[in-house]
């Protein structure tokens, strides 16, 4: 079975400061796909990032920075100098070949940044 | 390009009517997957399409609750009768699984509420 967790239910941080969110995953595929999704407090659901599990590679997009990491099967989100419009719940999840592509959320983790 | 376009935004309906959500997917899209958000109980998968014909369909939560995508371009969530438990944000998202690019691509959503 596939599963991911988030432990960090609410983040608050200040402005400016650097906060990471974590993500632990299970499965037993050995080809799997993990994923950042960004929920606003508009609603909807963006996504951010996908990765595939033969590629553990870090990336950087401008302030956001993800490290994947099999040994631990974590998949963690970084946001540099956090600003106010990052302030949203961050959405994790896999999805595997076995498992028929389905995506498997994590339950989220909601980051308030304050000015 | 066009995103996943979902009608009506917003829903209200009395317990026991009919309610009809509808979802058009990113074109070339293969796959469409229908998603109930709660509270309580996080981002459910209801049930999911692909190439029009519905692969998984175990997590709607009741015969009340019924799927079609007659076309590539267009599909409806039906709850009949509805009842206030139905009260929740339906998404609807798109993806081209199997090519190597198995993100989900999400619509505004459909906040539903049931008096």
């Known amino acids: 079975a596939q599963k991911v967790t988030q432990a960090q239910t609410e983040i608050s941080v200040v402005e400016k400061e650097d906060v990471t969110l974590d993500c632990v995953y299970e499965?037993?595929?050995?080809?799997?796909?993990l994923f950042w999704y960004k929920q606003p407090p508009s609603g909807e659901l963006v996504f951010l990032i996908r990765?595939?599990?033969?590629?553990?590679q870090n990336e950087i997009s401008g302030r956001y920075s993800w490290n994947f990491q099999k040994s631990t099967s974590s998949f963690n989100f970084t946001i540099t100098a956090s600003q106010v419009v990052d302030s949203a719940v961050y959405f994790c999840a896999l999805s595997t070949q076995g498992g028929s592509e389905k995506l498997v959320f994590g339950k989220g983790t909601k980051l308030t940044v304050n000015p | 390009d066009a995103g996943v376009i979902q009608s009506p935004r917003h829903e209200v309906t009395e317990m026991g009517q009919e309610v009809t959500l509808r979802c058009k997917p990113i074109s070339g899209h293969n796959s469409l997957f229908w998603y109930r958000q709660t509270m309580m109980r996080g981002l459910e998968l209801l049930i999911y399409f692909n190439n029009n014909v519905p692969i998984d369909d175990s997590g709607m939560p009741e015969d009340r609750f019924s799927a079609k995508m007659p076309n590539a371009s267009f599909s409806t969530l039906k709850i009949q009768p509805s009842e206030p438990r139905d009260s929740a944000v339906y998404f609807c998202?798109?993806?081209?699984?199997?090519?190597?690019?198995?993100?989900?691509?999400f619509g505004p959503g459909t906040r539903l509420t049931v008096t």
């Open positions: 990765r595939n599990s033969f590629d553990e």
């Open positions: 499965t037993r595929d050995t080809t799997y796909y």
């Open positions: 998202a798109s993806s081209l699984l199997g090519f190597g690019s198995p993100e989900q691509y």
